[in-house]
């Protein structure tokens, strides 16, 4: 099959060996030589095809990445995104020579569109793996950094930041298990004058480092992105989740669950997350020689400094850590065993769950006092798999978190009606560099006028932000006070 590249085409699917689409007449071969079989994926400024190159005799596959944008050039964001696009392709150009990033085949211009061809690489990005296959573990987190790292060294040395380290940009090539780095289009070279002056806000909410958020982007900021990438793969949580902004911290170790990871990787993390660009790693040299060389120690699940997920509650109401609650199980099992001494046997054993012997004894006297004897040291044993299949109805661990992460979140952590409009008024407002009208935000987030005008005046109230005119227009705009 071959794939119409014209985005106004009604039925663009058209025979493997045709050279113009049958349904609007285009040219579907890209320079002659490269024919696209199927869409792969599309955003705001492109779609990505995967294509072959009909020039070598294997027909190797290679990705078309096609910019195109809805509005074709009526946006006030074309001609910067145009921009992007060719730089793009010179920064891949620069790059492609590094085995991690993919090569760049092919930049031209066809029937008004530009085009991207660069090497295919074959395989799942993280966080298509992630939700496959669930958290990652140390040892897969130390293998992404190490593979990571040398290729954020490679393009830092070449004076590029690549602005949007994520896991979606990070491919495992199926047939090896290679990490490639990808979607260099936010990429930007740097001099030495330029560094750290203000420049376009890019990258994806959520990864992006505090600096980058009002376009002073540093090669840090590629670090920064690369730890939240980390403790989002670890934990299978959504980084604005992982950080408390009343506490001014990340709290990712709160998500671990039973899991632990060493106090080594620990602190590795820690700091490619710090906001201050003086305590964060400045080099990913820097980043690697801690990950390998920094003294070991034993590993650890640091308790955690804000419980985001309470235990199990007792019939007070109060937190009971998990342990206690199983000694409280021991403690009246053992009580309801001397009653059967004096009067109903196999309440014990009722009590632990077990309905069948709990009658046998309660209608035999515990076996005649045999199976009651040997009960004072059955019993923590009963009460343990009491407890554990307690738990593992209410889907909790051992330490009375929550199993399930997202459902428990969920139940647990549900932002009301103005956290979830603020959430996305804060997105759409970082979208377009820090501030926003009424207007763009209900065009940004689909939510309903007065609902973002009362949600708007709340954070105004709250110092969270300010208000503003147009110095133009006039029109009232809310700058959001952390960007």
Known sequence: MTVCLNP??????????????????????LGDRYRPVKLIGSGGFGRTFVGVDEYKPSHPRCAIEQFYTPDEGRSSHY?????????????????????????????????GRQYLVQEFVDGQNLAEELALTGTFDERQIRELLENILPILEFIHEREVIHHDIKPENIIRRDRDGQLFLVDFGAAKAVTAATLGHTGTVIGSAGYCAPEQTIGKATFASDLYSLGVTCVHLLTQIEPFDLFDSREGKWVW??????????????????????????????????????????????????APSVSPIAPSPSPRGELVPADEDLQKRIGTSYLLWVVGWVGISGLHRLYNGKIFSGALWFCTGGLFGLGQIVDVFLIPGMAEEQQAKIRAKLGISERGIPLNQQAAIAQTLTPNRH????????KAAQARG???????????????????????????????VSIENDPITGVVLYRFNEF
């Open 419 to 426: 956290d979830q409009i603020a959430i996305k008024l804060l």
């Open 79 to 111: 001609q910067k995104a145009c921009e992007l696009f060719r730089q793009q392709a010179i920064r891949l150009e620069q790059l492609g020579q590094h085995p991690q990033i993919p090569d760049l085949l092919a930049h031209f211009d066809q029937e």
């Open 8 to 29: 106004h085409c009604p039925q663009p699917n058209n025979p493997d060996r045709s050279q113009f689409c049958q349904t609007c007449g285009a040219k579907l071969l």
């Open 253 to 302: 170790r709160d998500y671990l669950v039973d899991r632990t990871v060493s106090d080594r990787l620990a602190r590795v993390l820690d700091k490619l997350l710090e906001n201050p660009l003086s305590r964060r790693y400045h080099s990913a040299r820097e980043v690697l020689q801690n990950l390998q060389h920094s003294p070991a120690r034993a590993i650890v699940n640091p």
């Open 434 to 464: 820090g501030q926003l009208s009424v207007t763009q935000a209900v065009m940004d987030t689909e939510i309903g006028f007065s609902d973002v005008e009362a949600t708007l005046t709340k954070m105004v109230s709250s110092g969270y």
